[in-house]
């Protein structure tokens, strides 16, 4: 009986020892229990984090996600107008799956490493710089109504700002017009109000 009892405590700690070895084996193989390290902010993120904007002019959304990435639902997309060698052109911009940073005493959005080509005909990484912030800065708590008064206080406004491609040192201002390599280029301004939906 005691041989019994000693030979079932051996195998029991056989037993735990194996599967701790196969589960160490295993985890040493897994990518998300390898890569688990806490993720990057980027700037002051208290004001996007995992928010949802809807834009005004439609049905789409635009979703900050964790990771200071923009989400990949109902299609974000900005159309931005620029002139480009004296004729007016147009950029769609797709926001999915974009890395973005907030800059709160700014008040400013950057949309981060952007392709884009039109300062020389091939992608080139650019920053797009947004002001982003409460379309009413004030007054919305003396609404009486208090739905108004809502909308009012999650009504906000993104607005194009400058464009800045850091490889080649160069930066379009809004409504300024910037000389490059023989091309001459304008962006013009572009708004979007959206609304905080959580």
Same mark, same amino acid.
């Given at each position: 009986? /005691?041989? %019994?009892?000693?030979?079932?405590?051996?195998?029991?700690? %056989? %037993?735990?020892?194996?599967?701790?070895?196969? &589960? =160490? @084996? *295993? +985890?040493?193989?897994? $990518?998300? +229990?390898?890569? #688990?390290?806490? $993720? /990057?902010? +980027?700037?002051? #993120?208290t004001l996007l984090f995992t928010k949802i904007f809807q834009f005004e002019n439609g049905g789409a959304y635009l979703w900050f996600d964790i990771r #200071?990435?923009?989400a990949n639902f109902s299609s974000p997309f900005l159309g931005h107008t620029f002139q480009l060698n004296g004729v007016d052109r147009y950029k769609r911009i797709d926001l999915r799956g974009r890395l973005y940073e907030y800059n709160e005493n700014k008040g400013e959005l950057t949309i981060l490493n952007y392709p884009l080509d039109i300062a020389t005909g091939e992608d080139l990484p650019a920053d797009i710089v947004y002001s982003f912030g409460r379309k009413q800065k004030e007054g919305c708590e003396l609404i009486a109504d208090a739905?108004? @008064?809502? @909308? &009012? *206080? @999650?009504? +906000?406004?993104?607005?194009? =700002?400058r464009v800045v491609f850091k490889d080649i040192g160069l930066t379009l201002e809004v409504n300024t017009e910037s000389n490059y390599n023989g091309r001459t280029l304008t962006m013009y301004t572009m708004s979007e109000d959206l609304l905080l939906k959580n």
């Open positions: 009986m /005691k041989r %019994l009892h000693s030979t079932t405590i051996y195998l029991s700690i %056989l %037993l735990m020892g194996m599967l701790t070895t196969s &589960c =160490e @084996r *295993e +985890f040493d193989h897994d $990518a998300d +229990f390898t890569l #688990n390290e806490p $993720a /990057k902010v +980027f700037g002051d #993120n #200071n990435e923009i739905g108004q @008064r809502g @909308r &009012c *206080e @999650r009504a +906000f406004t993104l607005q194009l =700002e």
